[in-house]
């Protein structure tokens, strides 16, 4: 199913959201009201109350309270309720779609495409409720006699940290597992962007789910190192970026509680001259431009053989500059605004540094405000932008520019594709475009990334697990690994 956009959304106004705790939502909060500006026109079009330390304490409180009943719950009774929240989920697609692009500026066909990938993940979790099994072990009777056999167990109290560039995406990933495993969540929702979730939230209480089981907090900083400081917490699960996981990991160590880490990445799509060119130049240019380029495992580099390059950096190069930017509510518009006014100032730094050192071939600028709609020219809008014979040591290259922003680098062989793939700090993602299955099993085990894709990019399956190598961070989520990262195992000895 593909979700058709509304004709006229109903409101631009998201109102005010808030601290969902112990299934009611608080109209005033420690750390106040903050005003919410829709980046697609850079106007206010809502107000969050943000938490602090208080509304954190009372909603571990109140799942450390819920947390008994829920694990006792009978499997299959969570298991209904999980498979509710995922009908519930489909249903409102739409409505999801909408609030997430009214929140970030994310074209509506692509917010509801993570709206209903979200939902996905509520399904298989629910499949996996009733399907958590321990082992029995080996025993020479001789020498042990008796009964040893494994229990898995939920952690307890799950702290949840979202990112903002997709948070309806992460509901899914980590929520889901958490407590189809038994687990109770308190939800460091992004203070960018929590719309999205609040309205998860109301849906999974509708779906049956027991109020003191889910929590969500809207917040900054301090509300996220005080839910990591916690010594209610059992877990943490956390995306987003490197020098914020250095905090978690130090705010964690006190208590030594485990920590999940979902960090960032600078995938690289291996071009061969025996690929597709023309799938090839697509599949970049598609994924590198998500989201406009604010996401974590998006082909931001393009390492292409010196026997096609030419080719490819033309035809990249027109692709890019055939992308329309502007309205995200237009079906037509394929990049809607980076996410705020210092994220747009940012980039457009990025590359006025790298168009020195390399070959600007498209974009390059903000986006002219006469080529967007009215409603629009105001908002933070830039232009795909690829940059040609770009250096492998510099700063594009290496790290994470978190905006539309694409890096071509020729290579010579497989040896040198493979040390370029592998030369930035992170190992989250990479692709290869290539017809040769030889080369294809030669290559997978040299690259050091949590995930390899072949001739084309993957929607992440609810049931493939994703997670990084590196500074990439650590955990899976997705699949039976993702399950049981927030499932401890427990063994017991029974003497004969």
Known sequence: MTPSSPTTPLSHDLGTTGPLIDGNWLDHTSAGPRDHINPATARVNGTVLLAGPPEVDAAVAAAKKAFPEWRALSPDR?????QRVEDLMLERVPELGRLNTLELGVP?????????LSAGWFGYYAGWADKIEGATVPLSPRLVPGLDYTVPEPYGVI????????????????????????????????????????RFAQIALEAGLPPGVLHVLPGG???????VRHPDVAKISFTGGIPTARKILDAARDTLKPVLLELGGKTANLVFPDADLDEAVTE??????????????????????????????????????????????DRATALGPVVGGAAHERVLGIIERAAKHSRLVAGGHATDPATLPPDNREGYFIDPTVLADVDPDSEVARHEVFGPVLSIIPFADEDEAVELANS??????????T????????????LRSGTVLVNGASGQPPGAPFGGYKQSGYGREGGKEGLYEFLQTKNVFIRA
């Not at 509506?108 to 209903?116: I, K, N, P, V």
């Not at 900083?221 to 839910?227: N, Q, T």
């Not at 970049?284 to 010196?306: D, E, I, K, Y």
């Open 284 to 329: 970049t240019v598609r994924s590198c431009f998500t989201l406009s380029g604010q996401g974590c495992n998006l082909t931001t580099r393009m390492l292409v053989h010196r026997d096609i390059y030419d080719r490819a950096v033309a035809a990249t190069a027109a692709a890019a500059t055939a992308l329309r930017v502007g309205d995200p509510f």
């Open 424 to 433: 930035t700090p992170y190992g989250l993602g990479t692709a290869l475009q």
């Open 221 to 227: 900083p301090e509300a996220g190192e005080h839910l």
């Open 435 to 446: 017809r040769d299955v030889s080369r294809v099993q030669r290559l997978v085990p040299l």
């Open 108 to 116: 509506f066909g692509t917010s509801a495409a993570l709206a209903q």
């Open 159 to 198: 702290g949840t940290i979202l990112t903002w560039n997709g948070p309806i995406m992460s509901v899914g990933m980590k929520i889901a597992p958490a407590l189809a495993a038994g687990n109770c969540v308190v939800v460091k929702a992004p203070d960018l962007a929590p719309f999205t979730v609040a």
């Open 78 to 82: 969570r298991r209904r309720i999980l």
